[in-house]
């Protein structure tokens, strides 16, 4: 045997198997190291599922834990962790909610929604009916929240005036408000993630109205389902009323310090000698114990959508002007001599020598009223009102002192401030919202800046509604991009005053869904890098691709109906959208049918309160237990599973 049998061969044989053996041992490292990332992220979304249905810990904080966890098990990089926050849909979502919050704070919704309302009269299936369409109507086009957030009032005081008990109207209005966000492509988050998605895979984003078929028939079995399921599965027995709001409301506060009692209002005349006066030089108090709640004032350049009178706040600087009109309480005898030694007229007309009180609303729009509670440390305690200050530092004006049970509206210069004393005091909302946080002697009670979204911008409306209208058909002729239109449509809002100030547009948005979606994204890429995303969709094809692509679509709609149960119906979407694509690629067939599916399962969810988020805001005011939602939702889930699997293929073909 020579040198080169003995030795040269085996050792190359050696060497070959050596690699070959390290060549295996490094594949095998590789699938455990892939495996071992897999789990890692299926892990971080079990948990996370758990804690959302649990509820122990906000949504947003468990999200934001989640996708923390995947930066630091290097499963993505920063970058990738945070691009959910740069994704179109959030920046989207962030302009939607500034115009909701436009529309519904200038009353554009709340006008159109009352004079429908009030054509039902006080027949329930009219009332249920009418509801329905308008709430789904209004879900089309403003946020979901938004939608509840304006209509919820308006049915709590429609089911008490006609006799039905809320809990018959509250869970169709949720419902409602899940099904109208199908009208549109801005309806309900989902349909902005499967035309997000759509658009990544190359076969371009939806138009803005390609959901309105589908919206149509789900609003159609929606109202033809949920009335029977709401007259026989929901009690229509009064329950407790639960806890009172011990807040009083403007309303309340004027009608206890009596403002509105002998309210008359007068016109400033050419010939009157109070014009180019201060209003201390009229001496009102002190010589005819009458107080000056107010002036408005008429706009001399009137411009479009401006309002056509100002406010003015009262204060001893005030210079009177020709036609202002002067809201004035006290003694009707007092008012009528003020009125003719100033040679003043009545502006609601003469009875006689005197004019008509003043019957009309006091405006509360930049300016606005509250109690502020003076601590018994506090610096004004023992001084006059005159010495108070507030006008002075806050430009605040005291119209009222409570105390023991007394209100003390008259002479108020001359009374003293005692501890105790509730003040009621004049002045712009941001200025009663500054005293509250400058000052830690007195208590504002209530939220001035809350108060003051309370009261609509009404000259707005029109306003708000051409905006609109341009950004729907901004989206719907493509003249611009969605999100560039949401955006210009929501600085817009703020420009032209639809909202008091920027501080209004970022109290209209609902920053806890803004971070659990930016959060979530992310996660739908994890499943992808990690090869999760391909391994259940893997599964579902060979599990009911060898079927036809109607039983794959009916386990993806199912799957993601059941997931929504669990946790968020957006974050939901945002997992099963590249699912469904790559099952739909799979078996060679349109995606569309299979996205579809997603958005309608992820939006359709109504079995849990905790599933979407009109569900949850209607429930304590619904006094609702879990099992209402049960009795209610599943049968009208289950029967939306069903008649989509068979739909969706019609409407958009394999």
């Known amino acids: 045997m020579s040198f080169e049998t003995r030795f040269v061969k085996p050792w190359c044989v050696d060497r070959f198997l050596m690699a070959f053996v390290l060549n295996r041992l490094q594949l095998v490292l590789i699938l455990c190291g892939e495996t071992r990332i897999m789990i890692i992220t299926l892990v971080a979304l079990g948990i996370s599922v758990v804690f959302f249905v649990s509820g122990k810990v ?25 691009s959910g926050f740069s994704n179109p849909i959030v920046v989207m979502m962030i302009g939607l909610f500034v115009v909701g919050g436009g529309i519904i704070q200038t009353g554009l919704a709340n006008m159109v929604s009352n004079k429908i309302m009030n054509v039902a009269g006080t027949n329930p299936f009219w009332i249920y009916l009418l509801l329905m369409l308008t709430t789904s109507a209004i ?16 049915v709590v005081s429609l089911a008490a005036a006609t006799q039905v008990n809320p809990s018959r109207l509250l869970m169709p209005l949720a419902f409602a408000s899940s099904m109208g966000g199908m009208l549109t492509l801005i309806g309900t988050p989902p349909n902005l993630v499967i035309s997000n998605e759509l658009d990544k895979a190359g076969y371009g984003a939806l138009s803005f109205f390609a959901f309105t078929p589908l919206g149509l028939i789900v609003i159609a079995i929606g109202i033809v389902a949920l009335w029977p399921l709401s007259r026989l599965l929901l009690s229509n027995k009064p329950k407790g009323d639960g806890k009172k709001n011990n807040r009083r409301s403007l309303k309340d506060l004027v009608e206890a310090y009596q403002l509105a009692n002998n309210l008359y209002r007068v016109k400033v005349q050419g010939k009157s000698d109070v014009v180019n006066k201060q209003l201390r030089e009229l001496k009102a108090a002190a010589h005819y114990r009458i107080t000056i709640l107010g002036i408005t004032r008429a706009v001399r350049r009137k411009r479009l959508f401006a309002k056509p009178i100002i406010q003015k706040l009262v204060s001893p600087d005030t210079i009177i002007n020709e036609t202002d009109i002067l809201y004035l309480s006290g003694d009707p005898e007092n008012i009528r001599q003020f009125v003719e030694h100033h040679q003043l007229s009545w502006a609601d007309g003469k009875d006689g020598d005197l004019g008509r009180p003043y019957t009309g609303e006091l405006l509360f729009d930049e300016i606005g009223i509250a109690e502020v509670v003076v601590l018994s440390n506090a610096k004004l305690v023992n ?15 005291i119209l009222g002192i409570h105390r023991n049970r007394r ?17 009621l005091v004049q002045g712009r909302w941001e200025d009663i919202a500054r005293l509250d946080e400058e000052t830690v002697d007195l208590v504002v009670l209530g939220q001035p800046l ?6 609509t911008i009404d000259h707005k409306a029109p306003l708000a509604a051409l905006i609109m209208l341009g950004m729907v058909l901004a989206m719907a002729f493509n003249i611009f991009p969605a999100v560039t239109a949401v955006m210009l449509a929501a600085i817009l809002i703020v420009l032209t005053g639809c909202l008091r100030n920027i501080e209004a547009a970022y109290q209209t948005i609902n920053w806890e869904s803004i971070l659990l979606i930016g959060a979530m994204l992310p996660m739908s890429l994890a499943l992808e890098k990690t090869g999760v995303s391909a391994r259940i969709a ?8 060898g079927l036809g692509p109607t039983y794959l679509l009916g386990g993806i709609y199912l799957a993601t109906s059941a997931l929504t149960l ?30 579809f599916a997603v958005t309608v399962a992820a939006s359709m969810c109504f079995a849990s309160p905790f599933s979407t988020p009109p569900n949850a805001l209607v429930m304590s005011a619904g006094r609702y237990a879990f099992m209402d939602y049960i009795k209610v939702g599943l049968p009208l889930q289950l029967l939306f599973a069903l008649v989509m699997v068979f739909l969706l293929p019609l409407l958009f073909p394999f």
Request: hydrophobic share 50%.
């Open 58 to 82: 906000r949504a947003d904080l468990v999200a934001l834990c989640a996708l923390a966890s995947l930066m630091l098990f290097n499963i993505l990089t920063p970058e990738e962790a945070l």
């Open 139 to 154: 879900g089309g086009f403003v946020s979901n929240t938004g939608t509840i957030a304006l209509m919820l009032p308006i």
């Open 383 to 397: 001084k006059l009102v005159r010495h108070s200050a507030l006008r002075e530092n806050y430009h605040i004006n």
């Open 407 to 423: 209100y003390v509206v008259t002479d108020l210069k001359d009374q003293r401030i005692l501890a105790g004393d509730a003040l």
């Open 450 to 455: 809350s108060e003051a979204s309370n009261v």
């Open 538 to 545: 893997t599964a579902l094809v060979d599990t009911l691709g």
């Open 566 to 595: 669990f946790i968020n119906n957006t974050a939901t979407a945002v997992l099963f959208a590249p699912i469904a694509i790559q099952s739909a690629t799979t078996i060679d067939v349109s995606p569309y049918p299979f996205l």
